[in-house]
């Protein structure tokens, strides 16, 4: 539990400060979002990502069916929260996406690290570095469409925006398919190629999209 615990949660809290940190003092006079909000929606993600890991351990990993069905279901739920009308053509609803979305990504990755090394029988090196990429994939996963999905809500296209991160998903998801069904030396290719697309989308989201986001609305304000 405890190396599941570090190899969840501990990227998450990093990638929340990496995301986030930008946008709030002391890197700005003021920040661009509401800490108690923040900090509430990464705690619902934190819920909501033990209970849909518990769902997702009923059904095979393996099946193109469930890949597709979790990809569509993970996303809807960061929808319906982001999609209120609270949050709606709000800027600092793009930072509760992610801080929602990296919440998910830690418990969810933490479940899948717990649930691995129990049913694993004498993990060894090479099992503990497949588990620890998989839970940052959790991470960097959820926390770059939670981000898409919260950036749809500022702009006012949540629902294309919310088609968007399903495809993310999906592409995700049946990169991994290979692994899951012990296709192998396939999945020992498919695993890194799945690190290394969610690793891209989430840099894009939070070094690149997130930034002109925020600029043009500051322009805008400026205006």
């Known amino acids: 539990m405890a190396a599941a615990a570090v190899m969840g949660i501990g990227p998450a809290l990093v990638l929340l400060y990496v ?7 002391p890197q ?7 800490d108690r909000k923040l900090f509430l929606l990464f705690a619902v993600g934190m819920v909501l990502g033990v209970i ?14 469930v890949a597709a069905g979790f990809a569509i279901i993970l996303e809807m739920v960061k929808f319906v929260i982001l999609n209120l009308p609270r949050f709606q ?6 930072f509760y996406g992610t801080s929602l979305g990296i919440g ?13 090394l129990t049913v694993a029988v004498d993990p060894g090196i ?33 629902w294309e925006f919310l088609a968007q991160a399903i495809g993310v998903n999906l592409i995700f998801q049946l990169l991994m398919l290979p692994l899951y069904s012990g296709m192998y030396p396939l999945g020992y290719i498919t695993l890194p190629s799945a690190l290394a697309f969610v690793a891209w989308y ?10 002109a986001l925020v600029s043009q609305a500051v322009k805008q304000y400026r205006l």
Not at 19 to 25: H, K, N, Q, R
Not at 28 to 34: M, Q, S
Not at 89 to 94: G, I, N, T
């Open 104 to 116: 998910m990504g830690a418990t969810f990755g933490f479940g899948m690290a717990f649930y691995t």
């Open 202 to 211: 989430c840099w894009l989201m939070i070094r690149k999209r997130v930034p």
């Open 19 to 25: 995301a986030i940190g930008p946008y709030t003092y």
């Open 126 to 158: 090479l099992d503990y570095v497949i588990i620890a990429a998989l839970t940052l994939q959790q991470v960097l996963l959820h926390c770059s469409t939670g981000t898409t999905i919260g950036e749809g809500v500022v702009r006012g296209y949540p």
């Open 28 to 34: 700005t006079d003021k920040a661009f979002f509401e």
């Open 89 to 94: 053509r709000r800027l600092d609803s793009v």
């Open 52 to 65: 849909l890991f518990s769902a997702y351990t009923w059904f095979p990993w393996s099946t193109i069916f």
